[in-house]
């Protein structure tokens, strides 16, 4: 089963800000992680572990894995990101513009495509 199954409302991703895209994308992100790592475990443990996959390095590692397998219109959300007010927030930090294209394209395919976003992140976390 899907664990997006039935969590986001109909929404036009083209009509969402790039910024608002990463911020949910982050999000999902960050829920995906938790529930992929959940064991009988303290919190603690959890969030020591979690942060080891939720960071600007690895998700921008991520998104270089990823790219490959994308579709152009995948592609244009991940520019979009790069390219972003926002990724630009610690200057021009490649891995932080890369981590917000990734976050961008979590947020779109939340919104657009749930299965294939499971598809995709499960692929590149083995």
Do not use: C
């Amino acid at each position: 089963m899907n664990i997006f199954e039935k969590l986001s409302p109909e929404i036009d991703p083209r009509e969402i800000p790039t910024d608002s895209l990463a911020y949910l994308g982050d999000a999902v992100y960050n829920l995906y992680i938790k529930l992929y790592l959940f064991k009988k475990t303290s919190a603690y443990n959890l969030h020591k572990e979690s942060q080891k996959l939720v960071n600007r390095k690895t998700q921008a590692a991520l998104l270089d894995k990823l790219l490959p397998f994308l579709s152009d219109g995948e592609k244009t959300y991940v520019k979009r990101g790069i390219n972003s007010k926002g990724a630009g927030k610690y200057g021009n930090d490649p891995a932080y513009r890369k981590s917000t294209g990734f976050e961008v394209l979590i947020g779109y395919l939340y919104l657009t495509n749930q299965e294939r976003l499971d598809s995709l992140l499960k692929g590149v976390l083995k």
